[in-house]
């Protein structure tokens, strides 16, 4: 059974950072792409970043580019969300998704319970 | 949001609801559409893939469709436990990203 972990949220205060990660289980993680989906509070879910399965396609939204980093540890089955430079607009709820192929345009077929992430001061 | 869907949707039980999502030639013109559900207070889940496919589980009850630069998540036979957000998405090949529609919430 495919099981998807987050961990890493909290509270922190404006221009700080975070490391998200995403411990994967129930599947082969090398074989397929992940991604990063947030959720602010009441609002819409928004793509924030993919990687690919061997890690040479990485792809982020406009409005996290620069700022945060995705990587993938193969021997540890786990996905990295370091964020940097946080804003207040970046509190939302942020899910891990597996996509259904090694592509990042793949559909997300199994989601985490999600992270919260609130940056205030 | 990149694609458009309507805000809210509802319906009676036992009743047929459609909900559209429209987008662009980058978007949903070009790569195939999927519909996520999210039940309140939960992470979404995949309700549809590959335009028209039901993953293993869901009933048949929903069904989607595309057609150039539209989708649609048809729900038939209406359920209270049908009561939740939907989210279209696709790949956007102009922006390289995934993008979601800004969701559909649906009152039975």
């Known amino acids: 059974e495919v099981h998807l972990l987050e961990s890493g949220g909290g509270l922190v205060q404006p221009g700080g950072s975070l490391r998200l990660s995403c411990a994967a289980s129930g599947f082969n993680f090398s074989s397929f792409a992940m991604t990063w989906v947030r959720q602010a509070p009441g609002e819409g879910l928004e793509w924030v970043s993919s990687i690919s399965a061997r890690g040479g396609g990485i792809f982020y939204a406009e409005s996290v580019k620069g700022r945060f980093t995705i990587s993938r540890d193969r021997s540890k089955n786990t996905l990295f969300l370091q964020m940097n430079s946080l804003r207040a607009g970046d509190t939302a709820v942020y899910y891990c998704?597996?996509?259904?192929?090694?592509?990042?345009?793949?559909?997300?077929?199994?989601w985490g319970q999600g992270t919260l992430v609130t940056v205030s001061s | 949001s990149v694609l458009t869907q309507p805000p809210s949707a509802s319906g009676t039980p036992g009743q047929r609801v459609i909900i559209s999502c429209s987008g662009s030639?980058?978007?949903?013109?070009?790569?195939?559409v999927n519909w996520y559900q999210q039940l309140p207070g939960t992470a979404p889940q995949l309700l549809i893939s590959t335009n028209d496919q039901r993953p293993s589980g869901v009933p048949d009850r929903f069904s989607g469709s595309k057609s150039g630069t539209s989708a649609s998540l048809v729900i038939s036979g209406l359920q209270s436990e049908d009561e939740a957000d939907y989210y279209c998405a696709t790949w956007d090949d102009s922006l390289s990203g995934v993008v979601f529609g800004g969701g559909t919430k649906l009152t039975v």
């Open positions: 030639s980058s978007n949903i013109g070009s790569s195939t």
């Open positions: 998704a597996k996509n259904r192929g090694p592509g990042v345009s793949a559909v997300k077929d199994y």
